[in-house]
């Protein structure tokens, strides 16, 4: 069955940048869209970054020019970079494909 697992969340002071993994199986990896999703402390989920099959890229507008979404078919990965993050970056972050989700990773971002 489709599985994904986020590794590489934790505790970073502003300014500060993480590299979040998702490690995917089950599925023919190559063939679909990733997704990054975050749900902050008492809020909704919201979709942070997407990339295609083909590799396009689409950013929400609070985190473009810092974040950078990036995969790898042979390893069957997709990243999240991020940057210069900020108190509101923090959350539980999610990959996402299809119908299916990861048990999340924490990031937490304070002084």
């Known amino acids: 069955q489709v599985q994904l697992v986020e590794s590489g969340g934790g505790l970073v002071q502003p300014g500060g940048s993480l590299r979040l993994s998702c490690a995917a199986s089950?599925?023919?990896?190559?063939?679909?869209?990733m997704h990054w999703y975050r749900q902050p402390p008492g809020k909704e989920r919201e979709l942070v970054a997407t990339?295609?099959?083909?590799?396009?890229?689409n950013y929400a507008d609070s985190v473009k020019g810092r974040f950078t979404i990036s995969r790898d078919n042979t390893k069957k990965t997709v990243c999240l970079q991020m940057t210069s993050l900020k108190p509101e970056d923090t959350a539980l972050y999610y990959c996402?494909?299809?119908?299916?989700w990861g048990q999340g990773t924490q990031v937490t971002v304070s002084s």
């Open positions: 089950g599925f023919i990896f190559k063939f679909y869209t």
């Open positions: 990339i295609t099959n083909g590799g396009s890229t």
């Open positions: 996402h494909t299809s119908a299916s």
